[in-house]
């Protein structure tokens, strides 16, 4: 695996991975205030093909905006990140999807700030699915489509867009087969 925008504080110990995020980081395309950022730190490994991606994740989330999770990406202005984000005071599920150089933002349901959140991404075709586990299964976060590339970049991110040093943990972090998320969209 390789960053993208690597952090100046990180550490890998088998399958797990934590870091430091630095100021002013994100990945956010022009919707709304019309701020371009592509300098989030992202450790990803290149994927063809259809998979599914899972990893455990938690950060101590403190600033406006700070967020971690999964990103699939094809590059600069065509990407997905989904995870927790910290917004007025409260973190929940959410993801962003940008396509064409322009973001938008969904927000789901609120999560403890100090939860660990199992999240799982696949992709089949160009059909993409973000699901998150609750009690004893998934259920969908996400439902959105990435045409445009057969091999693309998968693996954690996180960012802090107003200030840094917010400390994330990741485990777990695996790829495999895509998953047959039809039955539970």
Request: charged content about 20%.
């Amino acid at each position: 695996m390789q960053w993208l925008n690597e952090p100046a504080q990180w550490r890998a110990d088998g399958g797990d991975i934590s870091f430091v995020t630095g100021d002013r980081t994100d990945f956010w395309q022009r919707t709304f205030n019309d701020w371009r950022n592509d300098n989030g730190h992202f450790y990803h490994r290149h994927v063809t093909g259809d998979f599914t991606a899972e990893g455990i994740f938690s950060a101590d989330y403190r600033s406006q905006y700070d967020q971690a999770g999964l990103m699939l990406r094809i590059g600069p202005h065509h990407w997905l990140k989904a995870g927790v984000e910290f917004a007025h005071g409260h973190a929940a599920l959410s993801s962003v999807h940008t396509q064409a150089g322009f973001s938008d933002w969904a927000i789901a349901r609120e999560v403890g700030v100090a939860d660990l959140v199992h999240l799982r991404l696949t992709r089949k075709g160009e059909a993409v699915c973000v699901q998150y586990q609750a009690g004893d299964g998934f259920r969908t976060l996400r439902l959105c489509t990435m045409p445009g590339a057969t091999t693309v970049t998968v693996g954690p991110m996180a960012c802090s867009p107003i200030q840094g040093g917010m400390n994330v943990r990741f485990s777990e972090f695996k790829l495999g087969p895509a998953v047959d998320f039809a039955s539970e969209v």
